[in-house]
């Protein structure tokens, strides 16, 4: 988050954000509603006790006040006037609202940056690292996961929530015959989403590996941010359909059936591009006007072959007691072909939720923060 400062004007009744050399003067309306006294919001659960909607449109600051602590008193059109503390208004200008910013990644990346050791990693810096690269970097890789069947439940219990889907808590992924999905033979699998198909998709996906005597079935992984930063460079045109038209993806089994439609390129309520859903097994090219559907179809060509330039993809071995785990919709993941004859490759995966390694981040910071503090008084 950039530094920001609060600065008062009492005789006009102001309070200016001042970020750098920018200012903002803050609206009245803003301001009531982000009040901090108990009679207005509940000291506990810091749930409002009023209806903010109910409050007048056409609301003006009519007093402010600075106050021995740093912080104002405001006095509004409607009468009421609160005291209020800066500290807590300036979480509202971190436009990564408390997590690392994303840090897009190429082929070039150190893949000891974001290693981490299981052992030790309830210890509140280590987790903390552990999350802030994942948030920024979209995986972690954790070493030393003893490889008894079920361990993955313990790693995903410490991360966040297990997500069950139709494929259980966890799946195994070994070749075998009459599998349901790709994943659970021997074939190259390129860079794709898990799970399109699903409202909502599944946040994180974690696969640990207990055995792995091939050559081959080596791991592959590409960020989507850096792809679509290239993309939307080399051909904005084509960026914009990807971002702007949904396909359709379906999955199918003997007992289940799942659809859902949107776009490749997923951007978040600001316009950003967060990710992707991308599954060239699983989706559908739209009905468009022929002209169209080229451009469409041109566009997710050169996506697909960005996805798998050399420039952007990582492969490495999973070997026994490494766990990966990363960003569904953010890191697209595939491998390489493998003998089944040569060994055994025996890995299992689940899913968890995005928004808890988040909170547990947030959490972790606030208490390391607070730790710090204390050690310095």
């Not at 009744?13 to 309306?29: F, H, K, N, Q, Y």
């Not at 503390?85 to 990644?105: I, Q, S």
């Not at 850096?226 to 396909?247: F, K, M, N, S």
Request: contains cysteine; aromatic residues 10%; negative net charge.
């Amino acid at each position: 988050m950039s530094t920001i400062r609060f600065r008062i004007d009492s005789a006009s009744a102001r309070v200016i954000v001042v970020s750098g050399s920018d200012e903002l003067e803050l609206p009245a309306l803003w301001l009531r509603e982000r009040c901090q006294d108990p009679a207005q919001v509940d000291a506990r659960t810091r749930q409002r006790l009023f209806n903010p909607h109910e409050l007048p449109e056409d609301l003006d600051l009519t007093a402010v006040e600075a106050d021995a602590r740093g912080g104002a008193w405001l006095t509004f059109s409607d009468g009421y006037r609160g005291r209020y503390d800066f500290d807590t208004l300036a979480v509202d200008f971190d436009p990564h609202d408390g997590v690392p910013a994303t840090l897009p990644w190429r082929s070039s990346l150190e893949l000891d940056e974001v290693r981490f050791d299981w052992d030790g990693i309830g210890e509140p810096r280590k987790m903390h690292a552990a999350l802030g690269a994942l948030l920024a970097r979209g995986f972690i890789v954790l070493c030393g996961v003893p490889t008894e069947r079920e361990q993955i439940l313990a790693v995903a219990r410490a991360f966040g929530y297990l997500r069950d889907t139709n494929f259980g808590r966890y799946f195994e992924v070994f070749s075998r015959p009459g599998a349901n999905d790709l994943a659970y033979s021997a074939v190259p699998l390129g860079p794709h989403t898990d799970n399109p198909y699903r409202e909502p998709v599944p946040g994180i996906q974690i696969l640990h590996c207990l055995i792995n005597e091939t050559t081959g079935g080596l791991s592959t992984l590409v960020d989507s941010l850096a792809v679509g930063e290239a993309l939307a460079l080399e051909d904005r045109e084509a960026y914009e359909r990807l971002a702007g038209i949904p396909v359709r993806f379906r999955f199918v089994d003997k007992d289940e059936e799942f659809i859902e439609r949107r776009t490749i390129i997923r951007h978040n309520a600001k316009g950003e591009m967060t990710g992707v859903h991308y599954s060239p097994r699983l989706d559908d090219l739209p009905l468009l006007e022929p002209g169209e559907l080229a451009a469409f179809q041109r566009a997710r060509r050169h996506f697909g072959e960005l996805l798998v330039d050399p420039r952007f993809e990582i492969r490495f071995p999973l070997r026994a007691g490494e766990l990966m785990m990363f960003d569904n919709s953010r890191i697209l993941h595939g491998r390489t072909g493998f003998d089944p004859q040569e060994g055994r490759r025996h890995l299992q995966g689940c899913y968890i939720d995005i928004d808890e390694p988040c909170s547990r981040y947030r959490i972790l910071s606030r208490q390391l923060q607070a730790a710090a503090t204390r050690e310095e008084t």
